[in-house]
T-cell receptor, first 110, second 116 residues
Framework: GQSLEQPSEVTAVEGAIVQINCTYQ??????LSWYQQHDGGAPTFLSY??LDGLEETGRFSSFLSRSDSYGYLLLQELQMKDSASYFC???????????WGAGTKLIIKP | DAGVIQSPRHEVTEMGQEVTLRCKPI?????LFWYRQTMMRGLELLIY????????DSGMPEDRFSAKMPNASFSTLKIQPSEPRDSAVYFC??????????????FGPGTRLTVL
């Protein structure tokens, strides 16, 4: 089967750094994506890793290790507006569609 | 661009009624996806289209669900008859090239469906 695992919930303090992990088990791999979804909103694209290493976009970074089937999303200088759910997703090589993790709810405390 | 447009934003109906959800993808996008999201099951892909043609409908829960895309700028998801377990948020998303490794899916605001 194909699956992605990520923690269901993570709590952090405003101004701190938090890491959300994602491990995947898929028959093929065409890159790891991260999406953010605020309560009542729609998922929006955050980042993509096609190759090993770190991708940085402002306060957000995403890392991928294909040999470990593992990636993470790193959020720095946390702000209250970062409170949301974060989904990792891998492209299915059989039909090129995204396989989604269950999402990690990030709770930020002042 | 206005982004992906969905209507209605909220729908409340009674069990047994027909429900039609509508979606207008981003102009020029080749792929259109219908998702359903619930607390219990998360985000589920129901069906997707490429150039108006349904490619994979294996996620459609049962025959009560049907989807069409009569042209590049419009798609519908119909539930008939509706049941309380269909209550969920239904998202439509579109992407420029479905097979691109860096392809991004753009989601509409969703339709929150409540079946009483």
């Amino acid at each position: 089967g194909q699956s992605l695992e990520q923690p269901s919930e993570v709590t952090a303090v405003e101004g701190a750094i938090v890491q959300i992990n994602c491990t995947y088990q898929t028959s093929g791999f065409y890159g790891l994506s991260w999406y953010q979804q605020h309560d009542g909103g729609a998922p929006t694209f955050l980042s993509y890793n096609g190759l090993d290493g770190l991708e940085e976009t402002g306060r957000f970074s995403s890392f991928l290790s294909r040999s470990d089937s593992y990636g993470y999303l790193l959020l720095q200088e946390l702000q209250m507006k970062d409170s949301a759910s974060y989904f990792c997703a891998v492209r299915d090589d059989s039909n090129y569609q995204l396989i989604w993790g269950a999402g990690t709810k990030l709770i930020i405390k002042p | 661009d206005a982004g992906v447009i969905q209507s209605p934003r909220h729908e409340v109906t009674e069990m047994g009624q027909e429900v039609t959800l509508r979606c207008k993808p981003i102009s020029g996008h080749d792929y259109l996806f219908w998702y359903r999201q619930t607390m219990m099951r998360g985000l589920e892909l129901l069906i997707y289209f490429n150039n108006n043609v349904p490619i994979d409908d294996s996620g459609m829960p049962e025959d009560r669900f049907s989807a069409k895309m009569p042209n590049a700028s419009f798609s519908t998801l119909k539930i008939q008859p509706s049941e309380p377990r269909d209550s969920a948020v239904y998202f439509c998303a579109s992407s420029l090239i479905g097979y691109s490794r860096e392809d991004t899916q753009y989601f509409g605001p969703g339709t929150r469906l409540t079946v009483l």
